[in-house]
């Protein structure tokens, strides 16, 4: 099965910066798809993420703060944009195979916003 | 997608079968049932899915009742690496795949 490398595994970082999380398939996907996990909770998805438009976001999520770039096939990015500690989370990407392949997941950026 | 209902925690003997159960009493026709799991500091994996027949693989199998309003997950020999927390997810086939997550099960296997 595709495997997704995520970068950075771990970070902490000052409130009010941002930090983008990088994602590379090694192979090539149609979607994917970025959630959050916030602690002792389950995932909750934030956006979808297509090649050549614009990522589509879910209720309580918007650009501005959560700003996706999806290059092309292989590649994701998401920025968590001027942090709060509220942002202090597990951020995880998902790629859908298609063909009616089941969805696999990056390990997670596991953020701490000081 | 419809909405499942799973205990938020059990406990299993290692070397003994763990039995989920998942309530999904509003699934409609197209809609399969999905198991993954997320075991600590790790993304969910993909463990198995069915419509509406028993299915077996590797890892596990999945039993879903006639009617459909409920289904089991079985790990037939749990081991200590199977301590996780697994989700019971119903949505269609083929409908691309962003993935509802609810609460889950904490499965703790212990020795």
Known sequence: SAVISQKPSRDICQRGTSLTIQCQVDSQVTMMFWYRQQPGQSLTLIATANQGSEATYESGFVIDKFPISRPNLTFSTLTVSNMSPEDSSIYLCSGDPGRGREAFFGQGTRLTVV | ?111
């Open chain 2, 1 to 111: 997608d419809a909405k499942t209902t799973q205990p938020p925690s059990m406990d299993c003997a290692e070397g003994r079968a763990a039995n989920l159960p998942c309530n999904h009493s509003t699934i409609s026709g197209n809609e399969y049932v999905y198991w993954y799991r997320q075991i600590h500091s790790q993304g969910p994996q993909y463990i198995i899915h069915g419509l509406k027949n028993n299915e077996t693989n590797e890892m596990a199998s999945l039993i879903i009742t006639e009617d459909r309003k409920s289904s089991t997950l079985i790990l037939p020999h749990a081991t200590l690496r199977d301590t996780a927390v697994y989700y019971c997810i119903v949505r269609p086939h083929n409908a691309g795949n962003m993935l509802t997550f609810g609460g889950g099960t904490r499965l703790m296997v212990k020795p």
